[in-house]
């Protein structure tokens, strides 16, 4: 894949003020999570095999556990994808962006010195970043039932500076694990759904599953 295919998606992650979207305040906290269980070939990736209690005291299945754990996961990745950025630690930002894409960029050491440069010339200054719940998760499976990797769809406001709490600019993330451990991320505000899928082959179940909620979808 060209390093240009991916300039749209990586650079316009946290940046790129101009083309987020605008929007007042409304709720983009709702869990439209939805568990499919779609056949994505014969990788053998499972959920950690832990049964603890709930809180009644009951046993949780591995398939309960995994997923709250997965969905808490991609909540505390995004968040640490975000502050990141906004804080100038690159470093620790590349290891939540998507390895394709940092690999398309000749390695961190480049692709760290091309987000340094992009910042460094974003006019736009913020008060406020906030990342919120999960909007879409699901699990994929093989056609023998077991998960192959987690997806999930996170959002991103910022505020400009002067800008009343009403109004905000959002994108969209899209997230994936393959084993529960570690979380990558790619823009989806505006992008190309080829090329996602072309990084992210199974988000397309994901994507293709949603309603018409302002979220990108094909």
């Known amino acids: 894949m060209k ?24 709720d983009l906290t709702a869990d439209t999570a939805h568990s499919q269980e779609q056949s994505a070939g014969n990788r053998d990736i499972s959920p950690e095999k832990n049964q603890p209690q709930g809180a009644d005291g009951s046993v949780q299945s591995i398939e309960e556990n995994s997923e709250a754990a997965v969905r808490l996961g991609f909540e505390q990745a995004a968040k640490a994808f975000m502050e990141s950025y906004r804080d100038g630690r690159f470093s620790e930002f590349v290891r939540y962006m998507h390895p394709a894409v940092v690999k398309a960029y000749g ?36 056609d023998r039932g077991r998960v192959t990797g987690w997806y999930s769809v996170v959002p991103i406001k910022r505020w ?33 759904k080829g090329m996602i899928y072309r990084i992210m082959p199974d988000m397309r179940y994901l994507l293709e599953s949603l309603d018409n909620k302002g979220i990108p979808r094909s």
């Open 160 to 192: 400009l500076e002067g800008a009343p709490e009403g109004e905000y600019q959002l994108q969209w993330l899209g997230g994936q694990s393959l084993d529960a451990k570690q979380f990558h991320f790619v823009d989806i505000t505006d992008g190309d």
């Open 107 to 142: 390695g961190p050491v480049p692709f760290i010195a091309q987000l340094k440069q992009t910042k460094n010339q974003d006019p736009q200054r913020y008060r406020k970043w906030e990342t919120g719940q999960l909007e879409a998760f699901t699990a994929v499976r093989d």
């Open 3 to 26: 390093k240009v295919e991916f300039l749209y998606i990586s650079l316009l992650v946290l940046v790129g003020a101009c083309n987020s979207n605008s929007h007042s305040n409304e």
